[in-house]
């Protein structure tokens, strides 16, 4: 199973937000390539960026600290979420050596606008569901909207999208662990693979994950746990693959 450190960019520098508030948040470091450095030296083998501005502006605003990360690091895959809502953005994405574009709100908006992407750039979409008590966020979580997620997903999975993000925005940046159950249901629903995102805290909660890896869940996305030390990746990764094939 994948593990999947998180980059979250506001202003150029490297933070964490608690539940998506950008008011509530803390600098981990000024230099967010010496960040990815540090993660890739212990041994992930894929980041996850978020532009938050980018997410709340509607338009990308740390492209170019994106592209350092992309082009120090050529050979790993690097998927990136945040602002993106239209076909320019995901192509500067993926001409800057992103290997995968997350969109969020504007698949939410505009499914069809997946559909195009999909038909376009395939093999490069993922879709990012932020969802609390079953209904997808959308607006870097500021709004609530009538969808329910399990609907929205096998709707993108037709569309040939790779993954879903699938992000329980009442546990992100909270440390109260993952929330395994509604990850499981999203991942059983629907044959794309499932990313889990939001909660990971300990190495209970990647033992737990990688318990259920078979119903399609191919990785979590870590955040908060591995910047305050919680969670060691490099012992992390481990587990994950001790456990399993994964």
């Not at 209904?135 to 909207?145: E, Q, T």
């Not at 033992?207 to 992390?236: C, P, T």
């Amino acid at each position: 199973m994948l593990l999947i450190p998180a980059i979250d960019l506001k202003d150029g520098k490297c933070v964490r937000l608690r539940q998506g508030r950008m008011e509530d948040s803390t600098v981990f470091s000024d230099d967010p390539v010496a960040m990815a450095a540090r993660w890739v030296e212990a041994g992930a083998r894929r980041l996850h960026l978020v532009d938050l501005n980018g997410a709340f502006a509607g338009r990308p605003v740390n492209a170019q600290v994106i592209r350092r990360i992309a082009q120090t690091f050529p050979d790993l895959p690097i998927q990136v979420g945040g602002g993106i809502r239209d076909e320019q953005t995901v192509e500067t994405y993926l001409d800057a050596g992103v290997q995968f574009v997350i969109i969020g709100t504007k698949a939410v908006q505009e499914p069809g606008f997946i559909n195009d992407l999909c038909v376009e750039y395939a093999g490069h979409i993922i879709v990012g569901l932020d969802a609390k008590d079953g209904r997808v966020a959308v607006d870097g979580w500021s709004k609530l909207s009538k969808h329910d997620v399990i609907d929205l997903a096998r709707i993108f999975e037709r569309y040939g999208v790779e993954a879903i993000v699938y992000t329980d925005i009442s546990r992100d940046g909270m440390m109260q662990g993952v929330n395994v159950e509604a990850t499981v249901r999203l991942a059983q629903a629907i044959s794309i693979p499932v990313i889990a995102s939001g909660g990971v805290s300990t190495l209970d909660d990647v033992r737990a994950l990688r318990a259920v890896e078979g119903e399609g869940i191919m990785g979590a996305i870590i955040g908060r746990a591995l910047y305050d030390g919680a969670i060691d990746l490099a012992e992390a990764q481990r587990i994950a693959n001790i456990q399993g094939n994964g």
